[in-house]
């Protein structure tokens, strides 16, 4: 099953990250790829508005601090592979840890580690031909990813 | 009194031994020593956050540059927080253990609080003053009232100023870290040749953004078709420009909503050359006083943690051995006020 999506704005882009995020479930783990500059740390923070996390806690970029964690509805542990050396130094920074912790994992640049065969909900984000505009697209690997992706189909599009 | 210090928040591996607080006698960076040296060259490279690696043989080099040992020590400081669980846990279990092992007191201190009191390492210094601490993880603004006083002013909403800096260099294929790369370069370029947008400088908050700059500059970019190196510098002076005027113009205008006339700018980002003359012009013309640690002060480093925790430990707030990492630790809840 794959969906493909157009959002016109940031604050589109945003609305679908909250829709996945008001129907996570503990143990969910979303995949977030796609180019500097498209769009990643908007969905991120769409995900992390639906999960909860108020809106006077700036969900930021971990690509530095490789992993953010927030407090909601769920625990929300937001990892960024981008500065990553090698798939080994996983266990260093505790992303197993963090996948079994009880609550959802978004992680921002995991293409870079295919090697990782990892599950979950994989959102593709393009750049679309005005400036403003992307291409999301989103797929599931795996029985949990699949029921999440479903779930969030059937949400009432309430892009708010 | 001599305390070592030990930070492994993040990417470094770090030990250092400071005087009262004040004078640093040594200050060893993994990244930036040959630990393989140490090692005897049998050890394979040590790349960023191997800190079981790289603890041990860092913190007898702190001990050894300042002609010690650890009988000398009279507390022993640690990075509580924030950071990676993992990383933080070997910085503060080795200094556990050499507390324990020694019947010396234990002090955890904040990060940032680190950085943004490395000033008193090198200059005098008073409360209360406003510091910038800006790096690839942290663009936050705060009031400073004393050691263990902090305010939140403002913050970043999105990408760190830093990380801004990263990914341009890596959007023009100049590498990574690129903050060094990108202040070279803007050196040689003309800051005025692309206007790149000011984000959240009209706003009145004290917050920062920079991911729109950054997908300003890859629009730019991609409207050039193909990029050659000439264009380089010129878009590195122009994004540097943005970033520096949003950077000091939102400090500035801090230090005047507090009315104090001090400035303290700490983190990686501050090596900036192009951000310390633009606070130099801008803050001193205002007759505020700008104060910039060295640059082994402003990466991150172990000798920064000497201040806090000596003042800490003059006053007994000694950290239990059972204490945990705080992964996620507001520098507000740190210090004085825990």
Same mark, same amino acid.
């Given at each position: 099953?794959?969906? #493909?999506?157009?959002?016109?704005?940031?604050?589109?882009?945003?609305?679908?990250?909250?829709?996945?995020?008001?129907?996570?479930?503990?143990?969910?783990?979303?995949?977030?790829?796609?180019?500097?500059?498209?769009?990643?740390?908007?969905?991120?923070?769409?995900?992390?508005?639906?999960?909860?996390?108020?809106?006077?806690?700036?969900?930021?970029?971990?690509?530095?601090?490789?992993?953010?964690?927030?407090?909601?509805?769920?625990?929300?542990?937001?990892?960024?592979?981008?500065?990553?050396?090698?798939?080994?130094?996983?266990?260093?920074?505790?992303?197993?840890?963090?996948?079994?912790?009880?609550?959802?994992?978004?992680?921002?640049?995991?293409?870079?580690?295919?090697?990782?065969?990892?599950?979950?909900?994989?959102?593709?984000?393009?750049?679309?031909?005005?400036?403003?505009?992307?291409?999301?697209?989103?797929?599931?690997?795996?029985?949990?990813?699949?029921?999440?992706?479903?779930?969030?189909?059937?949400?009432?599009?309430? #892009?708010? | 009194?001599?305390?070592?210090?030990?930070?492994?928040?993040?990417?470094?591996?770090?030990?250092?031994?400071?005087?009262?607080?004040?004078?640093?006698?040594?200050?060893?960076?993994?990244?930036?020593?040959?630990?393989?040296?140490?090692?005897?060259?049998?050890?394979?490279?040590?790349?960023?956050?191997?800190?079981?690696?790289?603890?041990?043989?860092?913190?007898?080099?702190?001990?050894?540059?300042?002609?010690?040992?650890?009988?000398?020590?009279?507390?022993?400081?640690?990075?509580?927080?924030?950071?990676?669980?993992?990383?933080?846990?070997?910085?503060?279990?080795?200094?556990?253990?050499?507390?324990?092992?020694?019947?010396?007191?234990?002090?955890?201190?904040?990060?940032?609080?680190?950085?943004?009191?490395?000033?008193?390492?090198?200059?005098?210094?008073?409360?209360?003053?406003?510091?910038?601490?800006?790096?690839?993880?942290?663009?936050?603004?705060?009031?400073?009232?004393?050691?263990?006083?902090?305010?939140?002013?403002?913050?970043?909403?999105?990408?760190?100023?830093?990380?801004?800096?990263?990914?341009?260099?890596?959007?023009?294929?100049?590498?990574?870290?690129?903050?060094?790369?990108?202040?070279?370069?803007?050196?040689?370029?003309?800051?005025?040749?692309?206007?790149?947008?000011?984000?959240?400088?009209?706003?009145?908050?004290?917050?920062?953004?920079?991911?729109?700059?950054?997908?300003?500059?890859?629009?730019?970019?991609?409207?050039?078709?193909?990029?050659?190196?000439?264009?380089?510098?010129?878009?590195?002076?122009?994004?540097?420009?943005?970033?520096?005027?949003?950077?000091?113009?939102?400090?500035?205008?801090?230090?005047?909503?507090?009315?104090?006339?001090?400035?303290?700018?700490?983190?990686?980002?501050?090596?900036?050359?192009?951000?310390?003359?633009?606070?130099?012009?801008?803050?001193?013309?205002?007759?505020?006083?700008?104060?910039?640690?060295?640059?082994?002060?402003?990466?991150?480093?172990?000798?920064?943690?000497?201040?806090?925790?000596?003042?800490?430990?003059?006053?007994?707030?000694?950290?239990?051995?059972?204490?945990?990492?705080?992964?996620?630790?507001?520098?507000?809840?740190?210090?004085?006020?825990?």
């Amino acid at each position: 099953m794959s969906l #493909t999506c157009l959002s016109q704005s940031e604050e589109q882009t945003e609305a679908l990250g909250r829709r996945f995020g008001r129907c996570a479930r503990p143990g969910d783990v979303l995949l977030l790829d796609g180019e500097l500059g498209a769009g990643k740390t908007c969905f991120a923070r769409g995900l992390a508005r639906g999960l909860g996390v108020p809106d006077d806690v700036p969900v930021t970029s971990p690509s530095y601090t490789l992993l953010n964690q927030y407090s909601a509805r769920l625990p929300l542990y937001h990892f960024d592979l981008y500065r990553l050396g090698e798939a080994d130094e996983l266990g260093e920074i505790g992303f197993e840890e963090c996948l079994h912790g009880g609550g959802v994992t978004l992680v921002e640049w995991s293409g870079r580690f295919p090697e990782l065969r990892l599950e979950g909900v994989c959102v593709d984000i393009v750049p679309g031909a005005g400036a403003s505009e992307r291409q999301l697209t989103f797929s599931a690997r795996g029985e949990r990813a699949r029921a999440w992706l479903e779930r969030c189909r059937q949400q009432e599009d309430t #892009t708010s | 009194m001599k305390v070592l210090c030990i930070e492994s928040s993040c990417d470094e591996t770090a030990a250092a031994v400071v005087r009262n607080g004040r004078e640093v006698l040594s200050s060893v960076v993994a990244s930036q020593v040959d630990i393989h040296a140490l090692y005897g060259g049998v050890v394979p490279e040590i790349a960023s956050r191997r800190h079981l690696d790289a603890i041990m043989p860092v913190i007898e080099q702190a001990l050894e540059q300042a002609g010690m040992t650890l009988d000398d020590i009279n507390g022993v400081a640690a990075t509580r927080g924030p950071g990676l669980v993992g990383a933080l846990l070997v910085g503060l279990c080795t200094a556990k253990a050499l507390a324990w092992g020694r019947g010396v007191p234990l002090v955890g201190v904040h990060h940032i609080e680190g950085h943004i009191l490395a000033p008193f390492l090198e200059t005098e210094l008073d409360f209360p003053y406003v510091a910038l601490a800006v790096s690839g993880g942290h663009t936050h603004l705060y009031r400073v009232d004393g050691i263990g006083r902090y305010r939140l002013l403002g913050q970043t909403l999105d990408d760190a100023a830093g990380e801004a800096f990263d990914k341009v260099a890596k959007l023009l294929g100049l590498g990574y870290p690129g903050g060094a790369v990108i202040d070279r370069l803007a050196g040689q370029g003309n800051p005025e040749a692309v206007r790149f947008p000011r984000p959240m400088l009209k706003r009145d908050n004290l917050n920062f953004s920079f991911s729109g700059i950054k997908t300003a500059v890859m629009n730019h970019v991609k409207s050039l078709g193909d990029v050659v190196p000439e264009h380089h510098a010129d878009i590195a002076a122009s994004f540097q420009a943005a970033v520096v005027e949003v950077l000091t113009r939102k400090t500035v205008a801090a230090a005047e909503e507090e009315r104090v006339d001090r400035i303290v700018v700490a983190g990686g980002v501050a090596c900036n050359s192009g951000l310390r003359r633009a606070f130099a012009t801008l803050a001193e013309a205002r007759g505020i006083r700008v104060v910039f640690p060295s640059p082994a002060l402003c990466g991150d480093n172990a000798a920064m943690l000497g201040v806090a925790a000596d003042a800490y430990l003059r006053h007994g707030r000694h950290a239990s051995l059972e204490c945990n990492a705080l992964p996620v630790w507001s520098l507000e809840e740190a210090g004085f006020q825990e």
